[in-house]
């Protein structure tokens, strides 16, 4: 698609870093990453990606549309799980290439495995992974094991 | 480089979103998109890329270490402004493609135009953006202008 009008020229908006007009960069595949939030309490829920169709539909919907990379479709999130992401808020770094939604989760789970947050595990760093040797995969921490709903339930068997 | 030994194979991980070794999954250009946030706030500060080596020295040393896509080299953030990232906790996500950095942000800044979060500016959307008229470029709004460096006198002029 063509670039949508509410979206400057990247060559003609200034420096990104200090214009104020929105000139969204999007990289090679026409796609620019979206981190979305809790409104309340900034947790990152999710990271995807949004290209200039589903970044102009968010911003006239008021809810997160995403394209997923792996099934090459719009992505209106929810529209399957129920767990839509209600816009409150959406910034842009300074070179404009990256989002940061602030929303407003149905369901309280954003992730596919029906946690709150896609990022429920954590990687060892420093002393705890010298701990473990440094010499195999360093093994993961479950930080958040609370299923806000049964995966198999909402998307099937997979 | 090849695969350090602290990465699983991805094939013999078993299903990333559930298993418990560390197997990351980079992209074509051999990275992984890392966003680090204030460890109290959970504030986005920054959304960067780390390839492999430079990921193994993140958790070597506790430092963020981010691979620069522009410099094409290893960027250690804060070697420059002073303002380094220690990590806190280190989270990733359920496809063990993205990295969330859990950071105290040493100068209370960790944008380079001297600001706490490269996000600093929102996008309208919504009734917001209709009334603007959606057919000339958005105007974005400033939702942060504190600045705690002066970029000039630690970047130099540019």
């Known amino acids: 698609m063509t670039n949508p009008a509410i979206f400057a020229d990247r ?22 990453t979206a981190v979305a939030c809790d409104w ?11 290209n200039a169709e589903t970044l102009k539909m968010t911003i006239e919907i008021g809810e997160a549309v995403y394209w997923s990379r792996s099934r ?4 209106h999130k929810g529209q399957t799980s129920g767990n839509t992401q209600k816009i409150r808020e959406i910034l842009i770094d300074c070179d404009q290439d990256c989002l ?12 596919h495995t029906g946690r709150r947050s896609c990022f429920y595990r954590a990687v060892p760093f420093g002393d705890a992974a010298l701990k473990q ?17 049964d995966p198999e339930a909402v998307y099937g068997k997979k």
Chains 1, 2 share one sequence.
């Open 40 to 50: 309340k309490t900034n947790e990152v829920l999710m990271v995807a990606f949004m």
């Open 133 to 149: 040797g440094m010499t195999s995969p360093l093994n993961l921490r479950v930080v958040d094991d609370e299923r806000k709903f």
């Open 11 to 32: 060559a003609q908006a200034g420096k990104a870093d200090e214009t104020q007009q929105l000139a969204p960069k999007f990289d090679a595949n026409g796609l620019i």
């Open 100 to 111: 940061v939604l602030k929303v407003e989760q149905a369901g309280d789970a954003a992730c």
């Open 72 to 75: 090459s479709e719009i992505w």
